[in-house]
């Protein structure tokens, strides 16, 4: 296993893109604030920027920034962000950049000499590239955190979140926890779909369940708190 950045935080990444990896972050990040930590939020990069209130933002960004206890600028939790909603590497050739990894490695140290809790959100994924040469895995693997897998659940889910747990455990990483996040509420079997990965994950990987959340409306984390498990969370972040 790799060393972590830091003694109490997480890596946060989905089996896909829009499986509510950032409402679970933000959840995580105000539970730690609930117990009188301090807490910061991170985006290494950020993929889609909208108009909101007269200007340019990643609605992300500020989910995780409204999240932290720690007050924290845009630029703090989103230190790399990206006009198009798109895949890192082609976001960032649209407007002429490139993705360097390491001001994302030190953006994350920052924080971590500043939080008693870091909560990093990946893009996409658990393998996104970034450039020619890294991609988020590669980026997950430098900080050293233990993972917190966000699967959505819809057709298909068994198959990527094993995969990912796959890819995890390669990298040298532990799968501390997961969550079943409901993407798709008419999917058929969806209880057994959740037993099942309750199973490979717990048995395969000792990954903990720290929750299964249903099709919310709003996903803000005092919504979403409640569908997390607060004995899961205190066994994984020694709370």
Known sequence: MTTAITRRGCFVTGTDTG???TAISATLLHWFGLQGWRSAGLKPVACGMEQIHGRWANTDVLALQRASSLPLREDEVGPCQFNAACAPHI???????????????????TLA??????????VGGFAVPLNAQHDTADLAQALGLPVVLVVGLRL????????????????????????????????????DNVATLREWLGRRYGAVELGYVPRLDEAQPERVLPHLRDDALRRVFDA
Request: proline share 3%; charged share 15%; aromatic share 2%.
């Open 19 to 21: 499986v509510g990896k």
């Open 91 to 109: 976001a960032a050739q649209l407007e002429g950049r490139s993705i360097d990894v390491a001001p994302l490695l030190a953006a994350a140290h």
């Open 113 to 122: 000499g500043r939080a008693d809790a870091l909560v990093v959100e990946g």
């Open 156 to 191: 298909g889910c068994l198959n990527h979140a094993l995969l990912t747990a796959q890819s995890i455990q390669a990298r040298g990483l532990r799968l501390a926890g997961w969550v079943a996040n409901t993407v798709d509420s008419a999917m058929p079997w969806l209880g």
